[in-house]
């Protein structure tokens, strides 16, 4: 053993030892992010173990009447969902990255801006406006006359796939043209040296190479599309997640709802797998670098108009026509819901925003830098479990967070009687604990992805550097990282920030009692029809989410 060993095996000191070259098995962020990861194992334990005390009598009821069409009703919208945004989302995608055409440039941003909208929210608005009563088919039947006239049901399942293809396809869309940009008229060029029309161009050479992206982009909507209960509770369109908040509400059965849960991670578990599998064998390579504005094959003439009005078309039915009723509905109700209440709702939505912002940031970063230091199999599984929260569905985490939350406040209520005499109340039961640990498993992952990108970024001699400069763990941390990851961070207590205000299963199933947020009160109004009045919540809710989206694209646009 040398000498320079013996004096820290000597002190036994953590960091001599740490600094000597002898490391143990896990470091005090490795134990950090691992702590992380159990809370995002612990609903899904709950869950699933709740198939061993089953309520027999709930459970047969649920099998017997409506688990059949639950499972139907989920895999019709999830598949209706999936093929509808892949095709919109890569036909723009292709279009705007390939091609010039008038208004180009605007559209490549404006594309992107539906993603500000909360699914829920144009669902009220496409009913409010495309129902039976609605001023659409009121003014139709006045024109045409009601013998010859006939309009499509909104309220159906094409209705929901509808609403959710127009809201979602941004997923597919910027993940999508983000692969083509690196293409530009190269991949066609290579197409048509072999012999090739551009179409099959397209089909065989530019799609198969994008194909990662696609799958990534479809994920994303078909997870966002599993996970959704307003749009579907709108349309009265039963679901999972509408099953879910029935049972533990309407037949207050918190196991029958865990066991719902369950086959809901199911489905979403075999998906995900699914989605690997599909990556796992063929291999992709692009050349890191945008396509320069010369390679994009101009559009003249009638086929850049032709260009222009679809695009148009997308962004009017999926953005202009619902801001735009959503505007004169929320000043029709403006003079009656603009009091103290809307303030204190847009109060509770910005400052749980920004507490979840804050938490998960901050376990985001504990997650990068556990990695950064530390890059083995090991750490990497403990930071893949951790950020599994984005596939589970709101109204699951809601149940699996309450669960293990009420059994704690329960034995907590039963020792201090039994024990002290005192009578207590319970303490995680009706507080926000529950809403944040559900949003900190649900959002690590959107915050922790800005922030890995980030991470990845600073160059190893920087770690090299500082670590003859004498820092290490919490001060490396703090003096060289953080400051570099700034834009990583901002980015990512943005996002989580959009989301959360955006999200309602989870509000609506774990809020303390009279914490109410806009979109809980989007909720209360459409339950009871009042579309008028869920107008001015949700353009709040849409400005909120549309200012990161425009500067996300800007960004974007930059490297164009």
């Known amino acids: 053993m040398s000498a320079s060993l013996k004096p820290a095996l000597t002190k036994g000191s953590f960091w001599e030892i740490l600094r000597a070259g002898r490391r143990p098995f896990l470091d005090r962020w490795q134990v950090a992010a691992l702590f992380i990861a159990a809370l995002v194992l612990a609903p899904l334990g709950v869950i699933f173990l709740s198939f061993f005390s089953p309520k027999d009598d709930i459970w047969r009821h649920l099998v017997a009447t409506v688990l059949s069409d639950l499972i139907v009703n989920t895999l019709r919208l999830a598949a209706g969902v999936a093929l509808g945004t892949t095709l919109l989302g890569v036909s723009l995608a292709w279009l705007t990255a390939a091609y010039d055409f008038p208004g180009r440039r605007q559209f490549c941003w404006a594309l992107a801006a539906p993603l500000a909208f909360p699914p829920y929210v144009v669902a009220f608005v496409s009913i409010g406006l495309l129902d039976f009563t609605g001023p659409v088919q009121t003014f139709l039947r006045g024109w045409l006359g009601p013998e010859r006239f006939w309009f499509p049901n909104i309220r159906s399942t094409g209705g929901v796939i509808w609403v959710m293809t127009f809201t979602l396809y941004p997923y597919v869309y910027l993940l999508a043209r983000n692969a083509f940009l690196t293409q530009g008229r190269r991949a066609l060029e290579v197409a048509q040296s072999l012999g090739q029309s551009r179409a099959r161009g397209f089909f065989k050479v530019a799609l198969p190479m994008a194909r990662p992206w696609i799958i990534g982009g479809a994920t994303l909507a078909l997870m966002e599309t599993l996970a959704d209960f307003g749009t579907v509770s709108i349309f009265n369109y039963d679901t999972f997640t509408t099953a879910i908040y029935k049972v533990w509400f309407g037949l207050f059965s918190l196991t029958a709802a865990a066991q719902l849960a369950s086959l809901l991670v199911l489905i979403v578990f075999i998906i995900l797998l699914v989605e690997q599998q599909s990556r796992f064998r063929p291999r992709y390579s692009q050349a890191g670098r945008d396509a320069p504005s010369g390679d994009r094959l101009p559009l003249r003439g009638v086929r850049g108009w032709i260009a222009f009005a679809y695009a148009s078309l997308v962004l009017l039915v999926a953005f202009v026509i619902p801001l735009g009723q959503l505007s004169v509905w929320a000043v029709q109700a403006f003079d009656r819901d603009f009091d ?93 604990i529950a809403m944040l640990l559900a949003y900190l498993i649900r959002f690590l992952a959107v915050s922790h992805g800005a922030m890995d990108s980030a991470m990845n970024r600073i160059t190893a001699n920087m770690d ?60 209360e109004m459409t339950s009871e029809g009042e579309w008028e009045r869920a107008a001015l919540p949700a353009v709040a809710l849409v400005l909120a989410g549309l200012i990161p989206i425009m500067l996300l694209t800007k960004y974007s646009e930059k490297r164009d």
């Open 340 to 432: 103290r209440r809307f303030f204190s709702f847009l109060i509770h939505s910005v400052s749980l925003g920004g507490m979840a912002a804050l938490l998960t940031c901050g376990a985001a970063l504990i997650l990068v830098y556990a990695n950064r230091r530390k890059n083995d199999f090991f750490t990497r599984a403990i930071v893949r479990v951790a950020t599994l929260g984005y596939a589970l569905p709101g109204s699951v985490l809601a149940v699996g967070v309450f669960i293990p939350l009420a059994w704690i406040d329960n034995q907590m209520i039963d020792w201090a009687k039994s024990l002290l005499g005192w009578d207590i109340d319970p303490l995680f039961n009706g507080a926000m």
């Open 464 to 523: 090299e550097t500082a670590r003859s400069l004498g820092l290490y763990g919490a001060p490396l941390l703090r003096k060289v990282y953080l400051p570099m990851l700034r834009g990583g961070l901002l980015t990512a207590a943005i996002l989580v920030f959009v989301d959360v205000i955006k999200e309602m299963p989870i509000t609506l199933m774990t809020r303390p009692f009279g914490w109410d947020t806009l979109s809980v009160r989007i909720f």
